[in-house]
Nanobody
Framework: QVQFVESGGGLVQPGGSLRLSCAAS??????WGWYRQAPGKQRELVAT???????NYAGSVKGRFTISRDNAKNTVYLQMNSLKPEDTAVYYC???????????WGQGTQVTVSL
C-alpha cells in the first residue's frame, strides 16, 4: 500500500514563497504530480515530473512553480514563488498515470496566501 506524506504548507503573504515536500512509501514513483484543491473547486493537476525529470506545468503556475524530485528519498518537491491569493488550496501529491492520479490521496498540506 502506497502512502504519501505532504508537508511544507502554511500562511504566506502575496508575493512570498513556500517549498512543499511529499514523501512516498510502499512503491517507487515513476511520474510524480502535484495537485491542488481550492474550496468549492475540483482538484487540479498543477505540475508533473517524469523519471527522466521532464516537467510540465499548468498555465496558471508556469514560471512561478518548480517541481523537482529526489529518487533516493522517493520524494517530490514543489518550489512556489510569487504566490498569489488564488494559489490558496490544499496541495496533494500522487503518482500520475495517463494524466490521472493512481493511488489513494494523502492528507495534503494547506497553503494559504493572504495579507
Amino acid at each position: 500500500q502506497v502512502q504519501f506524506v505532504e508537508s511544507g504548507g502554511g500562511l504566506v503573504q502575496p508575493g512570498g514563497s513556500l517549498r512543499l515536500s511529499c514523501a512516498a512509501s510502499g512503491s517507487w514513483i515513476s511520474t510524480w504530480g502535484w495537485y491542488r484543491q481550492a474550496p468549492g473547486k475540483q482538484r487540479e493537476l498543477v505540475a508533473t515530473i517524469t523519471s527522466s525529470t521532464s516537467t510540465n506545468y499548468a498555465g496558471s503556475v508556469k514560471g512561478r512553480f518548480t517541481i523537482s524530485r529526489d529518487n533516493a528519498k522517493n520524494t517530490v518537491y514543489l518550489q512556489m514563488n510569487s504566490l498569489k491569493p488564488e494559489d490558496t488550496a490544499v496541495y496533494y501529491c500522487n503518482r500520475v498515470v495517463s494524466n490521472s492520479p493512481y493511488y489513494a490521496w494523502g492528507q495534503g498540506t494547506q497553503v494559504t496566501v493572504s495579507l
